[in-house]
């Protein structure tokens, strides 16, 4: 005799989900996750086949989706389940390596804050060698001058280590999000959000103008280092974000 099917009330399946019951209620209005049935009574049931497309519904919202573009994407007769969780797996495991790196971060700096360590110039710069620190800051100085790399390394040692972690935990969300939405090409809102990040992040450490800020966009795919560096996010952002930075600019010199 074959088991009942498990049946789910909308706050059940709301606590189940981690979801407010009023998002459940917006997913039946728009169309996005219809219920199974309602009860003798009028409330809404849902069946355990609710369950799977709710979680590709928060999978894709996390990845920054909007409704509109989800239900598009599971409505198409080529979605595949199990290809979209396996994309996700992959996602998931590259930000769960990104917040591991992070993670190792803060904690190197809470370990010297707590020992009242005090940090030179050259801690910011940890993992390269000596020689390698000296032409990274002469490349600055012949880019954009003594002043600018004056400017960077003097604003680095007053926000202090905490300042300067939570800032390098920043950049690695805005890449890696650049990185997640890749697919939706690099004029996309969700790619351009991000590049808007990116170009306030920048003030943080030195004024940049425009120019300036494209120029190191380029460098970004140009540079071997810079290239290797964000392979790490994805395989192709390097280019697809030195396009998005241009793109981003573009748009601002045209008032768009």
Not at 75 to 92: D, I, M
Not at 100 to 116: H, N, P, S, W
Not at 142 to 164: C, H, I, P, Y
Not at 179 to 198: I, K, T
Request: glycine share 8%; aromatic share 10%.
């Amino acid at each position: 005799m074959l088991a009942a099917e498990m049946s789910y009330t909308v706050q059940q399946l709301a606590r189940l989900a981690g979801v407010s019951v009023r998002t459940l209620h917006y997913y039946d209005q728009i169309g996005l996750l219809k219920p199974a049935g309602r009860s003798p009574s009028g409330y809404r049931q849902y069946g355990e086949e609710a369950i799977v497309p709710l979680q590709q519904i928060m999978f894709f919202r996390e990845m920054g989706f909007s409704l509109d573009e989800i239900k598009g994407i599971l409505s198409r007769p080529e979605f595949s389940v199990l290809e979209a969780l396996e994309s996700h797996r992959t996602l998931l495991t590259r930000k769960a390596e990104r917040l591991a790196g992070l993670l190792v971060t803060v904690d190197r700096t809470v370990r010297q804050l707590k020992e009242g360590a005090g940090m030179q110039i050259r801690d910011y710069y940890q993992g390269f060698s000596d020689e390698k620190v000296q032409e990274y800051r002469d490349e600055v100085r012949r880019r954009w001058g003594d002043d600018t790399l004056r400017d960077s390394e003097n604003r680095v040692a007053q926000m202090g280590k905490a300042r300067f972690a939570a800032l390098q935990a920043e950049a690695g969300s805005i890449f890696q999000c650049i990185a997640d939405n890749m697919s939706l090409g690099f004029d996309s809102p969700q790619v351009q959000e991000q590049v808007a990040r990116w170009r306030k992040w920048l003030e943080q450490f030195s004024t940049y103008s425009d120019e300036a800020a494209v120029g190191l966009g380029r460098m970004y795919s140009e540079d071997p280092r810079f290239a290797a560096y964000f392979k790490r996010f994805g395989e192709g952002l390097p280019l697809f974000l030195t396009n998005a930075i241009e793109q981003h600019f573009a748009r601002q010199a045209t008032g768009d």
